[in-house]
């Protein structure tokens, strides 16, 4: 579990300790390595190999070398489509449950059911979601434009969902429903691929998949699950695309006499990558995911120069003596091109339901604004289209920065990594013997969808993202960036808006990486490579304990998290926080 090398140091053994910075000197004592382990060739610094499960683990059920071979060449997929099929059973189990709008479905599902007919949003009646309800969903769609504060792509989405299974709540439900499972199924990849092991990939990805907020999010048409999933599946592309492009390097280093693979200054400083199509399909979601919701703005900047730290890292490692100057000579006008512009094009492209609405004032809100409010000025070049979808997005941008009416359940960002104030979608005191209350619960039950993150998991991760920032910081290991990189871009925007009324369930967003590092926690905790058998019971048994612990955590709130009635005595009793209620 420990780093076979720092990505970002070419040297093959450790410097004399008096040629070391005195900085280097002083951090040694909380870990700090410079220089990778023992003696690690240049090729498999490049292109880590992938964990293979110990021999004795096979002799030890009788498994014969053959069989082992072939499980272990399919592990990589066998596992994660289990995990992503337990996952998928629990997030479809009922999942037109509770039958209502609960909380900003009253927004994101009559809208996609307008924008997937008409192209944008219309005003609804007020009594809309008891016809919706009462009807299956029959009832004629109003034309009047409506003024919405968020983009198209995920109202697109769960569209697709209401196109197939009609407009009730299975059919709003069903897409974030699908992308929630196939996000465990990235994530257990995306895990495998980062940590080189299968087993802590799947880790990673069946903590997402017990992790409350994340299921919740995922029975639930709001638009922060489907940003998640972009968000994610751009950064599996930006993984895959940094171990192509390693590769590339790798094969292009020339070999000694002996056969063996050295840094070569100049093949990596002048080796080209190509196109690099994933990170061009990174630039393509990360479009989606700001055409979903604008805080992908600040992904995209992170996963940039994420990106180019990747290159630098590679060319250093391949012999490059100014890595960063190679970088920027080579790789810095296709990582811009690939994300930038791409980003910008795919987000206008989703604009296109509005853009082709009729202009006469029946088409989307501001649709006509160029040709009436808008005349003159100095751009009137442009065209109208662009015109009023600028200043659209404007008067959107004033909505936000603005936006401070006081909500029961705003929270301020400070408190999320501690679960300090969850979002209740749905509650209802049913009687005993009606809406699954027991009839001899001897009083009212209580009924609710509670969007909290699994206590023991997110409180794990509070641990992990400390250790996963000394892992960064003190053994630049370029593992624990990332996940760093993923948690900061979707949480510390949040605290340049403290003052806005904003809600937990954002913290969505970064959940996979909070689940990455917990995983890399546990691989830490079970033992690097090559430790003894009994640090290996030792640490295997605490990581055991610590897993079962979430996993039952995750049960045992199991009723909040589906609204199931329970009695009001064992709703309290989960109440472990004041500030849950």
């Given amino acids: 579990m420990t780093s076979t090398a720092s990505s970002t140091d070419t040297r093959q053994g450790p410097a004399p300790h008096d040629q070391r910075p005195s900085w280097q000197q002083r951090l040694r004592r909380f870990g700090y390595t410079a220089a990778p382990a023992g003696d690690v060739g240049v090729i498999d610094r490049l292109v880590p190999p992938y964990a293979e499960p110990s021999p004795r683990l096979w002799d030890v059920f009788g498994v014969p070398r053959t069989v082992a071979d072939r499980v272990g060449r399919w592990s990589g997929w066998i596992g994660p489509l289990l995990v992503t099929l337990m996952a998928g059973v629990m997030r479809f189990w009922n999942l037109g449950s509770p039958k209502a709008v609960i909380f900003d479905e009253t927004y994101y599902a009559k809208d996609a059911w307008a924008i997937v007919h008409h192209g944008f949003e219309v005003n609804w009646d007020k009594n809309a979601n008891d016809l919706i309800l009462k009807t299956g969903g029959h009832l004629s769609i109003p034309s009047d434009a409506a003024y919405v504060v968020h983009p198209p792509v995920g109202k697109y989405v769960i569209g697709l969902g209401e196109l197939m299974f009609g407009f009730n709540p299975f059919g709003w439900r069903f897409m974030t429903a699908l992308l929630g499972t196939l996000s465990v199924l990235m994530l257990c990849r995306i895990g495998r691929r980062l940590f080189r092991s299968t087993f802590l990939g799947c880790l990673a990805g069946a903590l997402m998949a017990v992790d409350g907020l994340h299921f919740v999010m995922s029975r639930t048409s709001l638009l922060d699950g489907v940003l998640m999933f972009f968000v994610l599946a751009a950064f599996g592309c930006l993984l895959i695309d940094r171990d192509r492009a390693r590769e590339k390097l790798a094969a292009a280093l020339p070999a000694d006499t002996d056969g063996r693979v050295r840094p070569d200054a100049g093949t990596a400083e002048n080796t080209r990558l190509g196109w690099r199509p994933w990170r061009w399909a990174a630039g393509v979601l990360l479009g989606l995911a700001i055409g979903t919701k604008w805080n992908g703005l600040y992904i995209l900047a992170a996963f940039c120069v994420m990106a180019v730290l990747w290159d630098v890292g590679a060319r250093r490692v391949a012999g490059a003596r100014h890595p960063y100057a190679a970088v920027l000579k080579r790789d810095t006008g296709i990582t811009f091109l690939a994300t930038v512009p791409v980003a910008i094009a795919v987000y206008l492209m989703s604009w296109i339901g509005w853009i082709a609405s009729p202009t006469d004032g029946t088409g989307g809100y501001f649709r006509n604004w160029a040709a009436t409010d808008g005349k003159g000025g100095s ?203």
């Avoid at 969007?451 to 998991?457: N, Q, R």
């Avoid at 709130?557 to 472990?576: E, N, V």
């Fill in 379 to 581: 751009f009137t070049w442009l065209p109208d289209w662009l015109r009023s979808l600028w200043h659209y997005e404007h008067e959107v941008y004033e909505f936000h920065v603005g936006l401070s009416s006081p909500h029961t359940y705003q929270s301020n960002p400070w408190s999320w990594l501690v679960d300090g104030r969850p979002v209740s979608y749905f509650y209802e005191s049913p009687a005993p013997g009606t809406a699954g209350c027991p009839s001899n619960a001897g009083g009212k039950c209580a009924r609710e969808v509670l969007a909290l993150g699994t206590p023991v998991l997110w409180w794990a991760a509070c641990a992990a993202l400390l250790y996963v920032l000394w892992r960064w910081f003190f053994r630049r290991d370029w593992r624990a960036g990332a996940i760093a990189c993923g948690v900061a871009a979707g949480y510390l925007p949040w605290f340049l808006y403290q003052e806005r009324t904003i809600f937990y369930f954002y913290a969505v967003v970064f959940v996979p990486f909070l689940c990455l590092a917990v995983a890399m926690l546990v691989g830490a905790i079970t033992g690097p490579p090559g430790s003894g058998d009994t640090r290996r019971v030792a640490g295997a048994t605490g990581a055991g304990v610590l897993v079962l612990l979430i996993a039952w955590n995750f049960i045992y709130f199991w009723p909040l998290y589906t609204g199931t009635a329970i009695p009001i005595d064992s709703w309290r009793s989960r109440m472990w926080l004041d500030t849950w209620v």
